[in-house]
């Protein structure tokens, strides 16, 4: 009986995970595995790109986990510089296109994995493709910026990074200029950096920012790219003024690459990614699925579906599909939106909804800020961290939570992640036993201090 042969469509975490551990369950001889990737890398960390970018990390290869070598050597047929440009899934099969020789081929399969991931937001300005403006989000993309920065040299003034958007990407690209030596400006559209907090938690974004050195610009809205005659980038024109710029960092953020699987008629969500089942399946379709940045996941506090594009769900939702697809069973059953970041020795943390997310979906909520010191006051190091936490009148459900601090503060979210999983109330949160001695922590965790304020704010206004 001839091998089922399982086509995964993209070389990075969610594919490549799927198939190895569809390969772990299954060997050569009851599937056959063909994977294409369209770029020069496979299995690499995408969110240690701007490390790599600021020099903390040294080499590419240090970002890269698996090479196309190590694939194949366990018996995956990885084919790179191989883009697939249609899917036909009446006929199950895929076009491929080899991008060095430029020979295009069909390849049919029993089962499909989707993992194209996500591309960096490029809005249609004049100038978005101009040389010097750079997205950032592959190691292609990645070595391509650096290459940019290298062919501007020393020279003999300043040189001159503009940063477009002031999310993840755009802090911690922002952080990587500095560390290059460029004099920094982040351009950001609302109302207060890293829009992924509220407002009052972006302003102590901002100002720590703005103690670094890093200009950053709120409410200026990109209009145009303005180049020098060699068609180089040499202005950033917005609508709040127009900045220098030697090279130009997108950090606007990413949308789904689901353009492949929407011309194949595969159905997306409301924030075009595709749509799957708790096992990973394309709705719809028993033999294709789908993990990654390309797809959508359940928002277990908004009971809502969103685009979060992360290694982590990625890795997970390969590991759910390879198991599947070898015979086993796996699900995934959602996120609670957990994410932590940092620009330079600032951190920062977010789980569950903000005050908007809670708003959009009809939650009538209380909030609670406290600020509080990383480790016992008196212990050499103590930094201030200010924390806030959301929760749902009434029935004091937690909702939600933001930490803004410095070094030991952003991990202190992962408390509030399981919390929300398991669907705790901020009364329940107080008696959690949480670790403590005076180098980790005050005597009350700063999570536990507001979980504790956040009660007396549920209760105050349920009198």
């Known amino acids: ?163 477009v958007g002031a999310g993840y990407i755009g802090v911690e690209m922002a952080e990587a200029m500095l560390k290059r030596g460029f004099e920094v400006t982040v351009l950001n559209r609302g109302e207060q950096p890293m829009s992924t907090l509220d407002a009052d938690m972006g302003r102590l974004v901002h100002e720590a920012m703005d103690g670094l050195g890093i200009t950053t610009v709120n409410g200026a809205a990109v209009a145009e790219i303005l180049t ?108 609670v939106g957990t994410a932590v970041s940092k620009v330079c020795d600032l951190e920062i943390a977010r789980t569950g909804l903000r005050e908007k997310d809670a708003r959009a979906v009809g939650l009538r909520y209380v909030t609670a800020t406290i600020e509080s010191t990383q480790r016992a006051g008196y212990y050499p190091g103590a930094k201030p961290m200010t924390v806030k936490m959301i929760a749902e009148l009434r029935t004091g459900r937690l909702l939600g939570v933001q930490i803004v601090g410095r070094e030991g503060s952003a991990k202190r979210v992962d408390v509030a992640a399981v919390a929300l999983t398991a669907g705790m109330t901020v009364e329940q949160m107080t008696a959690l036993d949480l670790g403590y001695a005076p180098p980790f922590s005050p005597v009350w965790d700063p999570v536990l201090v507001a979980a504790r304020k956040t009660v007396a704010a549920v209760r105050g206004a349920g009198s």
Not at 52 to 64: F, H, N
Not at 256 to 273: F, I, S, Y
């Open 228 to 335: 020098g005659p060699d068609g180089r980038v040499t202005e950033v024109a917005t609508d709040a003024g127009t900045y220098p710029a030697d090279v130009v960092v997108l950090g606007i953020g990413v949308e789904p690459e689901t353009g492949l699987a929407r011309a194949a008629g595969l159905p997306v969500g409301p924030h075009g990614g595709l749509l799957t089942d708790l096992a990973m399946r394309v709705v719809g379709h028993d033999d294709i699925w789908a993990g990654g940045d390309c797809v959508e996941v359940l928002d277990l506090v908004a009971g809502r579906t969103r685009h979060i594009a992360l290694g982590t769900h990625a890795n997970k939702h390969g590991q759910v599909i390879g198991s599947n697809v070898g015979g086993g069973y796996g699900t995934f059953p959602g996120v």
């Open 1 to 163: 009986m001839a091998a089922e042969r399982l086509v995964v469509i993209g070389g990075d975490a969610a594919g490549m995970s799927a198939a190895s551990q569809a390969r772990r369950l299954k060997g050569p001889d009851a599937l056959e595995i063909v994977a294409f990737e369209r770029g020069h890398y496979t299995s690499y960390s995408a969110c240690g790109i701007p490390y790599w970018v600021s020099g903390d990390v040294e080499a590419r290869d240090d970002l890269i986990a698996r090479t196309p070598e190590e694939h194949r050597e366990r018996g995956i047929d990885l084919r790179m510089r191989t883009e697939v440009t249609e899917l036909d899934v009446a006929g199950r099969r895929v076009r491929a296109l080899d991008r060095e020789s430029g020979t295009t081929y069909w390849t049919g399969f029993d089962k499909l994995v989707i993992a194209t991931g996500a591309r960096p937001v490029r809005p249609a300005l004049p100038g978005m493709d101009a040389a010097g403006v750079h997205g950032v989000q592959t190691l292609d993309d990645g070595q391509a910026l650096l290459d940019s920065l290298d062919a501007l040299g020393p020279g003999d003034r300043p040189r001159r990074a503009v940063v």
